[in-house]
Structures are given as structure tokens and as C-alpha cells.
T-cell receptor, first 113, second 113 residues
Framework: SQQGEEDPQALSIQEGENATMNCSYK?????LQWYRQNSGRGLVHLIL?????REKHSGRLRVTLDTSKKSSSLLITASRAADTASYFC?????????????FGKGTHLIIQP | KAGVTQTPRYLIKTRGQQVTLSCSPI?????VSWYQQTPGQGLQFLFE???????NKGNFPGRFSGRQFSNSRSEMNVSTLELGDSALYLC????????????FGPGTRLLVL
């Protein structure tokens, strides 16, 4: 079952602008991760934020986590054409819920030059 | 370190046949997970192996099976293929069972005719 739901499903912006994607989930989690996928290839891990963290940065990426609202956001600053990809959030559910990571359906990001 | 490798990269089969996919994890990684990705259902967890034992299994029929060898390499098998099994099959490895960062392979794209 899909726990994470990304919003929007698709996003098109100009190069240099910031891109924000949101993820909502349903159950308690140990951590939430963001992955990037280019053109149906393998996923690349971007960043992991634990349930006791509220914000994390990695280069041009900023992730926030609000466990009270069961939501997370991924901000990509100063976007580049190479950022064009699908972005997925994935949750590791706590309490022995789902097995494996539970992925959302992704946000397709297009960076226009 | 070499990344996760999957073979074959592309596969065409007909209904009723069976298929075996292979995954070699990053050296030193003992956990291997398999995911199925389709446009309709997104990324879904198939199973996870650790130290040659299946630790978790997703909600897939018994036609889907797998195993892990002593060198941590893993195979998954799908018997009696159906059209709906057409998908990108992704393998991911990690150091331990704890679901921290997963390192994904490029995937095997299976087309069932």
C-alpha cells in the first residue's frame, strides 16, 4: 500500500527557481527518506530525516518533517536542468507496520532551461 | 565501491513463462530488498533478505519468490508470468536490516507479452 503521497504530482519551473515538493503519510515512522529517479532508472538516495528531527540540509536540498501533521517537504534551491527527475518520499514505519520502505507515487519535476 | 548491479537489464517473456532476476549488492552489504515499480501501483515492496533468510515479504502472490546466497547476492523468481507482471524490478542493498539508506540498482525492465 502507498503510505506517502507526494504533492504536486508534477511540477514545471524555470531553471534557477526553487522547487518545493510535499509528502504526507499515515502512520508513525522511524524515518522519512527522499529519493530521486531519472527516466525509469534506479533510485538515488537524497536525504534521510529521523522522526525526532525537524529540518535537515544537504547542499541545495532542505527537508522538513512535521510528525504532528505527518508531512514532509523537500525544497530544491537554485534548480538546474539536471534536477529534472521524479522525486519520491519513502517512510520506514515504526511499530512493525509495513515491511520495507513504503513509497509514495512521486512528484515529476521538470526544470525548463 | 561498485554499486548495486542487476542482470539482465531488459527482458521480454511471454505469459506462462518464468523468469529469474539477479542482484549483486554493494560489497559488505548484507541486506537486499526487492521492489516492483509500475505506472499504476508505483513502487511496491516485494521482499527483503538478510544473511540468506527472508525477513519480510510484501503483499504479492506466491508466484514471486526469492533467495539470497552466502555472498549476499540475491535472485528473485516469478513463475507463471502474467501481463500485469510487466514492470521495473528494483533491487536495493543496505548494511543492515534497519531501514536506513537504501542503495538501488538500475533495475530490470520486464515485459510480458
Amino acid at each position: 500500500s502507498q503510505q506517502g503521497e507526494e504533492d504536486p504530482q508534477a511540477l514545471s519551473i524555470q531553471e534557477g527557481e526553487n522547487a518545493t515538493m510535499n509528502c504526507s503519510y499515515k502512520t508513525s515512522i522511524n524515518n522519512l527518506q527522499w529519493y530521486r529517479q531519472n527516466s525509469g532508472r534506479g533510485l538515488v538516495h537524497l536525504i534521510l530525516i529521523r522522526s525526532n528531527e525537524r529540518e535537515k540540509h544537504s547542499g541545495r536540498l532542505r527537508v522538513t518533517l512535521d510528525t504532528s501533521k505527518k508531512s514532509s517537504s523537500l525544497l530544491i534551491t537554485a534548480s538546474r536542468a539536471a534536477d529534472t527527475a521524479s522525486y519520491f518520499c519513502a517512510t520506514d514505519e515504526s511499530g512493525g507496520g509495513a515491511d520495507g520502505l513504503t513509497f509514495g507515487k512521486g512528484t515529476h519535476l521538470i526544470i525548463q532551461p | 565501491k561498485a554499486g548495486v548491479t542487476q542482470t539482465p537489464r531488459y527482458l521480454i517473456k511471454t505469459r506462462g513463462q518464468q523468469v529469474t532476476l539477479s542482484c549483486s549488492p554493494i560489497s559488505g552489504h548484507r541486506s537486499v530488498s526487492w521492489y516492483q515499480q509500475t505506472p499504476g501501483q508505483g513502487l511496491q515492496f516485494l521482499f527483503e533478505y538478510f544473511s540468506e533468510t527472508q525477513r519480510n515479504k510484501g503483499n504479492f502472490p506466491g508466484r514471486f519468490s526469492g533467495r539470497q546466497f552466502s555472498n549476499s547476492r540475491s535472485e528473485m523468481n516469478v513463475s507463471t508470468l502474467e501481463l500485469g507482471d510487466s514492470a521495473l524490478y528494483l533491487c536495493a542493498s543496505s548494511l543492515a536490516l534497519v531501514r536506513e539508506t537504501q542503495y538501488f540498482g538500475p533495475g530490470t525492465r520486464l515485459l510480458v507479452l
